[in-house]
C-alpha cells in the first residue's frame, strides 16, 4: 500500500486566485491521478501524471486551469487557476500500485477548497 | 462512451445484517475491471473489492462479496454482519482493461450513502 499526504487538507479562497494543493507519497510511485469530486457528485479524472512526462488531461480540463507538476516519483501539484464558485470542490490525489495497473488506487484524504 | 449507474443514493442497515448495494453500468468491452471503492467520513478513500470481467466466480473479501451478472451488466455489493465501520460512501467504478493491464480510465458511479444502526 501507498501513504498519500495532501496539503492543505481545506481551504477557504477568494474568486480570481489560485491554490496549490501538494500531494506526498511515502513511496515510490510511477501513475499519480488528480480527481475532482463536487458536493454531492461522483469522482471525476483531471488528469493523469506520470512521472517524465507531460500530464495528460482528462475532457474539461485544461492544463491553463489546472497545472501540475511532478517532479520525481514521490510528489506531484495540482493548481486551480483563476477561481470561481464553481471550483469548490474536493480535490483528491491518487497513485496505482506499482507494478502493472489494474485500477487500484490508493487516494490521500482530500483538499476540500471553497472559494467565496 | 461507458457509464456507471448507482440508483440507491442512500441506504440504511442494522448493525449485524445484511446490506446490497446495487450497480449497473454500460460498455461495449468484453474485458474489463470493476470496483467497489469505500469512501469513510472524512478519511480516504480504500479499495473494497474488485473484480475481473474474465471471471466468473464472485469476488470475495471476508464481509464484502460481490454479485457478478456480466450479461445484465450488474455488479451488486454485499456486507455481511454489518458493523458501525461500514458506515461510508460506497462508489461503484469500471476500467475498461484487457489481461495484463490497462491505462485507462476509472469511471466512478455516484456513490451509495450507507448508515449502519447500533
Known amino acids: 500500500s501507498a501513504v498519500i499526504s495532501q496539503k492543505p487538507s481545506r481551504d477557504i479562497c477568494q474568486r480570481g486566485t489560485s491554490l496549490t494543493i501538494q500531494c506526498q507519497v511515502d513511496?515510490?510511485?510511477?501513475?499519480m491521478f488528480w480527481y475532482r469530486q463536487q458536493p454531492g457528485q461522483s469522482l471525476t479524472l483531471i488528469a493523469t501524471a506520470n512521472q517524465g512526462s507531460e500530464a495528460t488531461y482528462e475532457s474539461g480540463f485544461v492544463i491553463d486551469k489546472f497545472p501540475i507538476s511532478r517532479p520525481n516519483l514521490t510528489f506531484s501539484t495540482l493548481t486551480v487557476s483563476n477561481m470561481s464558485p464553481e471550483d469548490s470542490s474536493i480535490y483528491l490525489c491518487s497513485v496505482a500500485r506499482q507494478g502493472y495497473y489494474t485500477g487500484e488506487l490508493f487516494f490521500g484524504e482530500g483538499s476540500r477548497l471553497t472559494v467565496l | 462512451a461507458q457509464t456507471v449507474t448507482q440508483s440507491q443514493p442512500e441506504m440504511s442497515v442494522q448493525e449485524a445484517e445484511t446490506v446490497t448495494l446495487s450497480c449497473t453500468y454500460d460498455?461495449?468491452?468484453?474485458?474489463?475491471?470493476l470496483f467497489w471503492y469505500k469512501q469513510p467520513p472524512s478519511r480516504q478513500m480504500i479499495l473494497v473489492i474488485r473484480?475481473?470481467?474474465?471471471?466468473?466466480q464472485n469476488a470475495t473479501e471476508n464481509r464484502f462479496s460481490v454479485n457478478f451478472q456480466k450479461a445484465a451488466k450488474s455488479f451488486s455489493l454485499k456486507i455481511s454482519d454489518s458493523q458501525l465501520g461500514d458506515a461510508a460512501m460506497y462508489f461503484c467504478a469500471y476500467l475498461e482493461g484487457y489481461y495484463g493491464g490497462s491505462q485507462g480510465n476509472l469511471i466512478f458511479g455516484k456513490g451509495t450513502k450507507l448508515s449502519v444502526k447500533p
Open positions: 513511496s515510490q510511485v510511477t501513475m
Open positions: 460498455t461495449s468491452e468484453s474485458d474489463y475491471y
Open positions: 473484480q475481473e470481467a474474465y471471471k466468473q
